[in-house]
T-cell receptor, first 114, second 109 residues
């Protein structure tokens, strides 16, 4: 079975631009979460979606937005990119939106803002 | 949200057991204890999780203190492929995982 797939794997953008990152969860998983990992730090929670509804949001500005589609895939959008947005963006899927289940992470999208 | 405390780094010899400690003194009664590990250039990988009782799976064992204020991840025979950053995590109020800086495990041949 395919794991969590993220695209693209690497991306370079210019300050002020907008970016869309994509995630396909494991088949049967209805929950998708997004995390940002800056170099040297642990991942930080951005969003969680379950059954196409936002179930949680971390401490990130409104420039960050996300959505989940009927097939449970998800997109993370970041507007007006800043240099500080450079990070590894991770997507995780789970059977449900509760942390009593294990999460499966993708390998991430490495975003570099120049 | 409750937080965890882990040593920054630990070393182990190959084929020896490794005990990775974690303190979570503010844990609530419903918080599960999760362990994930992350190899360089990869996303975190689920290792194990538990609530009150000790847990075993093919990767590791999780020993949870009776008062639940601490836990220990046990790798029974460390291999070079176990070298990674290990995160001890409690769940957040929004069903999210709250990562700290983790413990960087080095395995010597």
């Amino acid at each position: 079975d395919a794991g969590v797939t993220q695209s693209p794997t690497h991306l370079i953008k210019t300050r002020g631009q907008q970016v869309t990152l994509r995630c396909s969860p494991i088949s049967g998983h209805k929950s998708v979460s997004w995390y940002q990992q800056v170099l040297g730090q642990g991942p930080q929670f951005i969003f969680q979606y379950y059954e196409k509804e936002e179930r949680g949001r971390g401490n990130f500005p409104d420039r960050f937005s996300a959505r989940q589609f009927p097939n449970y895939s998800s997109e993370l959008n970041v507007n007006a990119l800043l240099l500080g947005d450079s990070a590894l963006y991770l997507c995780a899927s789970s059977l449900a939106g509760l942390n009593i289940y294990g999460y499966t992470f993708g390998s991430g999208t490495r975003l570099t803002v120049v | 949200d409750a937080k965890t405390t882990q040593p920054n780094s630990m070393e182990s010899n190959e084929e020896e057991p490794v005990h990775l400690p974690c303190n979570h003194s503010t844990i609530s009664g419903t918080d599960y204890i999760h362990w994930y590990r992350q190899l360089p250039s990869q996303g975190p990988e689920y290792v194990i999780h538990g609530l009150t009782s000790n847990v075993n799976n093919r990767m590791a064992s999780l020993a949870i203190a009776e008062d639940r204020k601490s836990s220990t991840l046990i790798l029974h025979r460390a291999t070079l492929r176990d070298a990674a950053v290990y995160y001890c995590i409690l769940g957040g109020s929004q069903g999210n995982l709250i990562f700290g800086k983790g413990t960087k495990l080095s395995v010597k041949p």
